[in-house]
């Protein structure tokens, strides 16, 4: 009668569930017993891409749905005929790619770092900073290029 688990009288196993869930704090367990938390850099890596790959995706169709036909009456300083919208859209995305390629390395050079930093974070967690820490050095860094240049 009562808990199984407490009930000394019998043998582990007999009739009752003998596999017993360990409630103890982790700052109680030995060393030994503590889980194995290493960090999955490949999954951070994967997760920061794809915090970057979900807005290009975004944009890319944002971009498709623009009209292919330039603004009626609109020239450029040469007096040629403005470009379509959605051909500017993909020249602008086109022109971007190396600033996005630089705020992907860089937002993977931080999930390397907070992977070996952090305890505990999954890697959608890591990778999510990692992606918001890269994009915003890379902000930095090509607005201080933009003024010097």
Request: with cysteine; hydrophobic share 45%; glycine share 10%.
């Amino acid at each position: 009668m009562g808990y199984p688990e407490w009930d000394r009288s019998r043998e582990p196993g007999e009739g009752y569930y003998s596999g017993r869930r360990d409630h103890t704090p982790r700052s109680f367990r030995r060393q030994d017993e503590e889980e194995d938390e290493s960090t999955d850099y490949a999954g951070a890596f994967i997760a920061t891409a794809c915090w970057y790959v979900v807005p290009l995706i975004g944009y890319v169709i944002w971009a498709a749905t623009l009209s292919s036909q330039p603004r009626p009456g609109c020239v450029d300083a040469f007096g040629m005929q403005c470009p379509a919208p959605r051909a500017e859209a993909f020249t602008n995305l086109l022109d971007g790619v190396p600033q996005i390629a630089v705020a992907l390395a860089l937002g993977i050079t931080v999930a390397m770092f907070l992977g070996w930093a952090t305890s505990g974070w999954r890697a959608w967690t890591i990778g999510f900073a990692s992606a918001v820490l890269g994009a915003g050095m890379a902000t930095v860094i090509f607005a201080v290029l933009a003024t010097q240049l």
